[in-house]
Antibody, heavy 116, light 112 residues
Framework: EVQLLESGGGFIQPGGSLRLSCAAS????????MNWVRQAPGKGLDWVST????????YYADSVKGRFTISRDNSKNTLYLQMDSLRVDDTAIYYC?????????WGQGMLVTVSS | EIVMTQTPLSSPVTLGQPASISCRSS???????????LSWLQQRPGQPPRLLIY???NRFSGVPDRFSGSGAGTDFTLTISRVEAEDVGVYYC?????????FGGGTKVEIK
């Protein structure tokens, strides 16, 4: 059974940093691209970033480019999202997804709250 | 950026009756490889999204056959043939033909 489990969220002040992790199981992690997708409270879905299976190709939404870094450790079956210079409008639930030109599996999500 | 526009915003339906959601893209979603990367997701209250349909019309594993997808180019439709109580939630279309990946704004399905 495919499982994705996010961790690392919480409350942070504007300008601060957080690193989200997504532990994957139930599939051969190194063979799949992965995404981060976020959802602000009461709002719709918003793509954040994509990382290729090897880690060699990365894509970012303009809203996070230069502040967020996606990475993976295929030996640990884990996806990461390093979030720096956080802003109030980054407040959202962050979902890790498996990506095969569609998001076929989703984690339960991790809430990140940016507030002073 | 490809803009995805969903209508209606809200769809009150009677149990057992059909429901349809439209999704229109600002440009063709046909990829150079010949595929059209349009998918549909369901998000029940308090739950993460769940994949229903991929590449326009392919039902994902475990999805009931009352859900179907259709369309081509820039116009797509999700149809629920007979709405059940468990279908309440918000439905999103998403395109993955080009970056940035973009979602429709969502359509809320509720029971009358």
């Amino acid at each position: 059974e495919v499982q994705l489990l996010e961790s690392g969220g919480g409350f942070i002040q504007p300008g601060g940093s957080l690193r989200l992790s997504c532990a994957a199981s139930g599939f051969t992690f190194r063979n799949y691209a992965m995404n981060w997708v976020r959802q602000a409270p009461g709002k719709g879905l918003d793509w954040v970033s994509t990382l290729s299976s090897s880690g060699s190709a990365t894509y970012y939404a303009d809203s996070v480019k230069g502040r967020f870094t996606i990475s993976r450790d295929n030996s640990k079956n884990t996806l990461y999202l390093q979030m720096d210079s956080l802003r109030v409008d980054d407040t959202a639930i962050y979902y890790c997804t498996r990506y095969v030109r569609f998001n076929d599996y989703w984690g339960q999500g991790m809430l990140v709250t940016v507030s002073s | 950026e490809i803009v995805m526009t969903q209508t209606p915003l809200s769809s009150p339906v009677t149990l057992g009756q059909p429901a349809s959601i439209s999704c229109r893209s600002s440009q063709s979603l046909v990829h150079s490889d010949g595929n059209t990367y349009l998918s549909w997701l369901q998000q029940r209250p308090g739950q993460p999204p769940r994949l229903l349909i991929y590449k326009i019309s392919n039902r994902f594993s475990g999805v009931p056959d009352r859900f179907s997808g259709s369309g081509a180019g820039t116009d797509f439709t999700l149809t629920i043939s007979r709405v059940e109580a468990e279908d309440v939630g918000v439905y999103y279309c998403m395109q993955a033909t080009q970056f940035p990946l973009t979602f429709g704004g969502g359509t809320k399905v509720e029971i009358k």
